[in-house]
């Protein structure tokens, strides 16, 4: 789970660093605003990436989905690229229990098969 939702993380935030210059340009947000909002979320995405060995961090990334979706009050495209990344992420954190109960059950039949 953690890689798929790592692998979430890190393409959003090349999408996220791109709105920096979007903001700038088309919704003449001025420079330090767009940096902060840009570039600071999507450095906070890659960090978080890159801790979701922690537990904490995962509700990090759920702030980061939030975040994404906030900018498109400021650029309107990003309700929807926002929207995608936070499907994508829900997705990551569902299929990946899915994945480690499956685990944990073939686990757990090998260990009592092995056993015998």
Do not use: D, N
């Amino acid at each position: 789970m953690r890689a798929v939702c790592a692998a979430v993380l890190c393409l959003e935030a090349i999408v996220l660093g791109l709105t920096a210059p979007v903001m700038i340009a088309v919704a003449e947000v001025r420079l330090w605003p767009a940096l902060v909002g840009g570039v600071g979320l999507a450095l906070v995405a890659l960090f978080t990436a890159g801790l979701l060995r922690h537990s904490w961090a995962y509700l990090v990334g759920h702030l980061v989905q939030a975040g994404a979706l906030a900018l498109g009050f400021v650029v309107p495209v990003m309700f929807a690229l926002g929207a995608i990344f936070t499907a994508l992420w829900v997705a990551a954190l569902v299929l990946g229990h899915r994945v480690e109960a499956v685990k944990a059950t073939r686990g757990g039949a090998a260990g009592a098969a092995s056993a015998r």
